[in-house]
Nanobody
Framework: QVQLVESGGGLVQAGGSLRLSCAAS????????MGWFRQAPGKEREFAAG????????YYADSVKGRFTISRDNANNTVYLQMNSLKPEDTAVYYC??????????????????WGQGTQVTVSS
């Protein structure tokens, strides 16, 4: 069993920054990839950023590219999401997730098997 715990959310003004953390635990934690997803009220959960655990290859949704940076600390089983130049449309609950295998559907929630409980990010205009 794997547990993922997010932290770092909060209220920030437009143009500001936040850094989210996701701490993983569990003897079976050996992901192929970690991802950050977000879900705004009334909308479907959508991919934001991902990183391969071993090599550290990163990829982003177009909506956050150039503003968000995903990184990982393998020694401490933690993944981060640095969010800069935040916009009101970034307001959502942010979830981290782990994927056990490589998949062509890396942007899909279906490729991820463990999820955190989410952390709220609110960006005021």
């Amino acid at each position: 069993q794997v547990q993922l715990v997010e932290s770092g959310g909060g209220l920030v003004q437009a143009g500001g920054s936040l850094r989210l953390s996701c701490a993983a635990s569990g003897r079976t934690f050996r992901p192929y990839r970690m991802g950050w997803f977000r879900q705004a009220p009334g909308k479907e959960r959508e991919f934001a950023a991902g990183i391969t655990w071993s090599v550290g290859i990163t990829y982003y949704a177009d909506s956050v590219k150039g503003r968000f940076t995903i990184s990982r600390d393998n020694a401490n089983n933690t993944v981060y999401l640095q969010m800069n130049s935040l916009k009101p449309e970034d307001t959502a609950v942010y979830y981290c997730a782990s994927a056990p295998y490589s998949s062509s559907s890396r942007y899909s929630t279906a490729a991820y098997d463990y999820w955190g409980q989410g952390t709220q990010v609110t960006v005021s205009s």
